[in-house]
């Protein structure tokens, strides 16, 4: 029963010293998704078109998922 609870005090620490690495990549995901958004704004046609709107709507999702926005 204790090295069950050493173990998951260990687990949580370990967890715990990943959020600043969870935060950052939540942020850098949120970013990029801005600047992809005025990317896609420029409203290219055609195959580039096509593909700078898959990359929006990746990110776009990502953002909702990563940060819970509107």
């Known amino acids: 029963m204790a090295a069950m609870a050493r173990e ?3 687990l949580s ?4 010293g ?3 690495w969870i935060g950052g990549a939540a942020l850098m995901l949120y970013a990029m ?3 992809d958004g005025s ?4 409203a290219f046609i055609g195959e ?3 593909a ?3 990359v929006h709507e990746f990110f776009h999702h990502a953002r909702h998922v ?3 926005c509107h």
């Open 8 to 10: 998951g005090g260990i």
């Open 13 to 16: 620490r370990k967890a715990i």
């Open 18 to 20: 990943l959020l600043p």
């Open 33 to 35: 998704g801005y600047v």
């Open 39 to 42: 990317v896609h704004a420029a």
């Open 48 to 50: 580039q078109g096509a």
């Open 52 to 54: 700078l709107d898959y």
């Open 66 to 68: 990563a940060l819970m």
